[in-house]
Every structure is written in structure tokens, then in C-alpha cells.
């Protein structure tokens, strides 16, 4: 066994319930002997405590052990406290005849511990209590440890699934356009496969942060939308404005991607003559504002079956921002008889 497994083993050790436990009824203990102050020697005083101490641990880890999970944990109230009275009935006298017969050699004290049976009885029945609550208490905690962590990894889950459905959705479409522009032996080409590039660097190596820099993903929108330009030429008006100033922002990955992507297929895509995106994004230390209207061509072709593997959809895209800025987002979509309008606001911190 090397240093560190060793290391491993007793942080693992002193973090366990067991040590705990111990540890709390071991201060317990001493604690107990340094604020005794009656006239006994230290070595009278640890015997009285240990006895004190043994009978306490008794009732606790019945309790704990057998009584809370036969009858607490199964909803029977009555039988537990019924349970727990008479455990802490059976057990108070041997504690009260354990006293009288290590002060035997005083008269007084011991008649002090047989004129105060309900005392210890009561102080018992006081440990008993305390530890019902700190069971229930620790049993909550756990359940709701147990449950945001459960809520955690259900939402990374889905959050890696919901961005990879992004990812290669986005990435066909635009291999499809380079295709055919190699057909046609396109000067535009060249640019295409620079400005893709730096967005697949974008994609493998950036997007998979929970969070990036709003700069970064900024430069991939404008690169989407030079490289949009580039594909449909001159025949429509693509216009992005950009107003606010960039810092230190960080929002999560291809926010804005599906909601571009939307505008052009079922905005540009299906106009033969012209058309127009406009895209405004606006900046705030704490937030950004999306705003993109695109026109609507006179009459949408017959869509075409939707296929399994196709895109990602506004309902994906709506979980997706719920997923990550629960109840700090906004997203309205308006359809107007000759354009689509879509405004998203996210608040970033």
C-alpha cells in the first residue's frame, strides 16, 4: 500500500458515520468529567460518567437502529412512543440502581439519586427524543442530498443530449451548402471552409464548457452569418447589429444558433426573389437581448415528413433554455403576415 491509497483510506475513515458518532460520544464524555464539580477524584468522576455515558448510548442506538426503522419509518407513531417509553422504563431503573451502588460508600449522594428517579428517568427519556429528531433530521438531509444530486446529473444528461442534437445538426446542413457550391466551382468556397473550420474549433473544443466567454460566441454568430452570406449572395438582406459593450459575460453554448438557423430555413430558404434576416443583439453586464425577424416568404412549401434524426426544434430549444436559466429568460416568437419575430432575453447572472 503506497502513501496516498493510505492517505485515501483515512480520509475516508474520518469521514465515515462511525467515526463521527464515536467522536461526538468521546467529547461527550470528557466534557462531562471537566465540568463535574462534585467532591469526588477524577478518576470517581470518569467512572460515574462512563456509566452515564454507556446507558445514553444504549437508548440512543436502540432507537436509532431498531425502534425508529420498526415503527417510525413504517408510520406507526403510537407504537414507536409506546416503544420508546418502555425502553427508556426498562432501562432508567438499572441506570438509578448503577448510581445508588457506586455512591454506596456515601449515604447522601446515594439517596440523592434514589430521591431523584424521575430526574434521570426524564434526562433518558430527553436522550431518547433527541435522538428521534437528529434521525429524522440526518434522514432528510440525505433524501434531499440524494435528490438534488439525482436532479443534477438528469440535467447534464439532457443538457448533453439537447446540445449534441445541435451540434451535428448544424454541421450536415452546412456541408450540404459547401457540397453545392464545389458543384458549381464557387470562388466562395475557399472562405466557406476557413470560416467552417473555425467554427468546428468552436464546437469540439469550446462548447463542451458549461459556460463560455460571450465573446466567443459571438464570433461564431458572425461567422455563421458571413458564411450565410457568402451562400445565398446578394439576393437578400442579412443584418446584424450589435450594441453594448462585451467584458468579461459568460453565457452557455450555441444559445443563439437554433434560432438563426430557424430564420434562414423557413425565412430565406424558401424565397426565390428576396428577403431579409435582421438580427439585433444587444448587451448588459447581466444580460443580452436577442432580437431576430426575418421575412416570411408569400406560400411555405408542403413541409415534407419530419425525420427522427432531423433537426432540434423550438421545443428542444425551449427546454433547453429552462434546463439552464430556469426562471431568468424570455422568449416570445410572433408571427406577422409577412415576417417572423423571435426576442430572447437571458438574464446571465
Known sequence: MNWVDFKNINKDLFRSKEFLHFSFWVLLYFFLVLVDKWPYPVWFKMIRHLIDVSFWVTIVYVNILYLIPKYLQVKKPIL??????????????????????????????????????STIFMLNL?????STLYKILTDWLIHQNEKIALETQNLQSELKFLKSQINPHFFFNTLNNL????????????????????????????????????????????NYLELEKLRQGHKFDINF???????????????????????????????????????????????????????????????????KSGGIGLKNVKRRLKLLYPQRHRLDIEEKPHSFKVFLNIQLT
Open 80 to 117: 414507536y412512543l409506546l416503544s420508546l417509553l418502555f425502553v427508556i422504563v426498562l432501562i432508567s431503573p438499572i441506570h438509578i440502581t448503577s448510581m445508588i451502588l457506586l455512591f454506596k460508600n456515601n449515604t447522601e449522594d446515594a439517596r440523592y439519586f434514589a430521591d431523584n428517579q
Open 126 to 130: 430527553f436522550v431518547g427524543l433527541a
Open 179 to 222: 457540397y453545392a457550391l464545389t458543384l458549381k466551382k464557387s470562388d466562395s468556397a475557399p472562405e466557406i471552409v476557413l470560416r467552417l473550420s473555425e467554427m468546428m474549433r468552436y464546437m469540439l473544443y469550446e462548447s463542451n464548457e458549461k459556460q463560455v466567454s460571450l465573446e466567443k460566441e459571438i464570433n461564431y454568430v458572425k
Open 241 to 307: 447589429n450589435l450594441n453594448g459593450e462585451i467584458k468579461d459575460q459568460k453565457i452557455a453554448p450555441l444559445m443563439f444558433i437554433p434560432f438563426l438557423e430557424n430564420s434562414f430555413k423557413h425565412g430565406l430558404d424558401n424565397q426565390i426573389k428576396s428577403g431579409f434576416v435582421n438580427i439585433d443583439l444587444n448587451l448588459n453586464e447581466s444580460s443580452v437581448d436577442l432580437a431576430i425577424e426575418n421575412s416570411k416568404p408569400p406560400s411555405i412549401p408542403q413541409k415534407m415528413p419530419e425525420k
